[in-house]
C-alpha cells in the first residue's frame, strides 16, 4: 500500500471516531498514529471522559474482533491468557482461549488488578503470543490493547510494573471537554445518540484487518535520517540524566518514539520523520517511561514538563 493511501485511511478512521468522541484532539491524534505503528495506548482520565467510548467505536472502524476486560483485584491470570481443559470425551486436554485472543483487546481499569494479573499482559503485548503450559499460542497479527485507568482513585488500585508500563508505546491523558464540546455532547444526546447502544454512534468501517496489517507494514518504509536517529536517542539519553529524574527512558522508548514519528510523518503527508514529528511525540511516548525524584514530586513538577525542558535542551539536527 502507498503512502498517500494510508494516509487518507488514517483520516477517514479519525472522521468516524470524531463521530462520537467530541473534541479530544489530541487523543484522537494519538490513537491513529499508534494504530498505525502498531503501539499499545495507556488511557488516564477521570470517570466519564468517553476512555471506553473511544475504544468501543475504534472496533467498529476496524471492523476487528473485539474483547473487554473489566480489571478486578480477584481476576486471575487465566482469565485473560486462557486454559487447558481435559475433557474425559476426548481423553486429552483442549486450549480454551482467553480474551487475549483477540484483534482489538479494551483492559478496562487495568490497575485494579494486582501485578500477577497485570503481567499476563507482558509476553502478548510483546511478543504478539501467549504462552499456556508450554505451548506457544500466536496472537492477531494487528493485535492491539488499549488499556485504562483513573489518576484519580487510589484506593483498591495497584501501580502498574513498569516493566508493563514500558509496553506501553503512549500514554495518553483524557481531560474533560471545553464547555462548547460538553453541550455538543448534550445536544447529540438530544438527537438520539446513546453510548451504551452501539447502534446510534453512525459508524461505518473503514479498514480491514488485512489492510490494516498493510497499512502498518507501509508505516515501516518512512525513511528516517541518521541525523534523526541521533535526535531521537539522545533526546532519550537526556532523561537518564535529568536532574529531577530517578529513571530514564529505556531503549524500547526510543524504539516506540522512532515508530511513532514515521507514522505521524504519514498523517502529515510526508514519506521521512522530520525533527518536529519527534518532539511532538515525545510526551506521549515518554511521560510514562520516566520517575521523579521524591523532591520534584513535593515541588509539583510533572512528567510533561520534564520531557519538555529535556527536548529544549537537546540539539535540533538539521534537515
Not at 162 to 167: M, V, W
Not at 178 to 205: C, H, N, S, V
Request: hydrophobic residues 40%; glycine residues 6%; proline residues 6%.
Amino acid at each position: 500500500m502507498q503512502l498517500d493511501q494510508v494516509a487518507q485511511v488514517a483520516e477517514s478512521i479519525r472522521t468516524e471516531l470524531s463521530k462520537v468522541v467530541v473534541g479530544q484532539e489530541s487523543v484522537l491524534d494519538q490513537t491513529v498514529v499508534a494504530l498505525l505503528s502498531g503501539g499499545h495506548v495507556l488511557l488516564e482520565g477521570p470517570p466519564g471522559t468517553a476512555k471506553t467510548l473511544l475504544v468501543r467505536a475504534l472496533a467498529q472502524v476496524m471492523h476487528g474482533e473485539f474483547r473487554r476486560i473489566q480489571f478486578t483485584p480477584d481476576l486471575m491470570p487465566a482469565d485473560i491468557i486462557g486454559v487447558n481443559i481435559y475433557r474425559s470425551d476426548t481423553n486429552r486436554f483442549d486450549f480454551r482461549a482467553g480474551p487475549v485472543f483477540t484483534d482489538l483487546l479494551l483492559a478496562d481499569e487495568i490497575n485494579r488488578a494486582p501485578a500477577k494479573t497485570q503481567s499476563a499482559l507482558l509476553e502478548a503485548m510483546q511478543e504478539m503470543q501467549a504462552t499456556v503450559d508450554g505451548q506457544v499460542n500466536p496472537l492477531s497479527k494487528v493485535f492491539t490493547v488499549f488499556a485504562t485507568q483513573n489518576p484519580i482513585e487510589y484506593e483498591g488500585t495497584y501501580p502498574l510494573p513498569e516493566a508493563q508500563l514500558d509496553r506501553f508505546m503512549f500514554k495518553t491523558l483524557v481531560g474533560y471537554p471545553e464547555k462548547d464540546q460538553e453541550i455538543e455532547i448534550l445536544a447529540r444526546y438530544q438527537r438520539g445518540f446513546d453510548a451504551a447502544r452501539q447502534g446510534t454512534f453512525g459508524i461505518e468501517p473503514r479498514t480491514t484487518i488485512d489492510q490494516l496489517a498493510e497499512m502498518r507494514e507501509a508505516v515501516r518504509q518512512v525513511q528516517v535520517t541518521p541525523a534523526v536517529l541521533n535526535y531521537i536517542t539522545s533526546i532519550t539519553r537526556a532523561t537518564r540524566e535529568f536532574h529531577s529524574l530517578t529513571l530514564g527512558a529505556s531503549p524500547r522508548a526510543s524504539v516506540m518514539l522512532l515508530q511513532a514519528s514515521k507514522a505521524v510523518a504519514v498523517l502529515r503527508g510526508r514519506s521521512y520523520v522530520t525533527p518536529d514529528d519527534v518532539r511532538d511525540m515525545s510526551a506521549p511516548a515518554l511521560r510514562h517511561r520516566i520517575v521523579l525524584t521524591p523532591e520534584s514530586e513535593i515541588e509539583g513538577v510533572t512528567t510533561d514538563h520534564c520531557v519538555k525542558q529535556v527536548v529544549e535542551r537537546v540539539e535540533v539536527p538539521r534537515i
